[in-house]
């Protein structure tokens, strides 16, 4: 069996959910789909993730294995099958950003990304940004 071409793993996710006005997520749907509501009303949600052990067709690239993501998106429908659509995407590295607009038609961008996480006796933070 061939390698698969990208492969990596996602450590600390965060999420945020909140709901916005429809017609400011409906502007945004791609052809064929239609939002996924709750309670009448848009889901967005903005996510951090450390994402680790990066591999390209099974080749680990030194400075691009580990970083932090920040994304922005919402959920949608195609029948009853769910999907999410990525309005933006941020990565520290701009390779990894180029790459994913050629290669997935992505929308991502290039900016200065951190995920941290810190273990405290009565908390766990998360930091991303």
């Known amino acids: 069996m061939p390698w698969p071409f990208l492969t ?6 965060f999420l945020a959910t909140y709901v916005v006005p429809p017609p400011l997520l409906e502007k945004r749907l791609p052809p064929g789909l239609r939002l996924d509501l709750r309670d009448r ?7 951090g993730v450390r994402v680790l052990n990066t591999r390209v067709l099974g080749v680990g690239w030194p400075g691009y294995r ?3 993501e920040l994304n922005l998106r919402f959920y949608v429908r195609h029948g009853e099958e769910r999907g999410v659509v990525f ?6 590295q701009r390779l990894v950003a180029w790459l994913a607009q050629r290669l997935y038609n992505e929308p991502y961008l290039a900016a200065p990304v951190v995920a941290a996480r810190l273990d405290l006796p009565d908390r766990l933070t998360m930091t991303t940004g």
């Not at 990596?8 to 996710?13: M, Y």
């Not at 309005?87 to 520290?92: K, S």
């Open 87 to 92: 309005i933006r995407e941020f990565v520290p």
């Open 8 to 13: 990596a793993d996602w450590n600390n996710l």
């Open 66 to 68: 580990h970083f932090g």
């Open 41 to 47: 009303s848009g889901v967005r949600q903005p996510g």
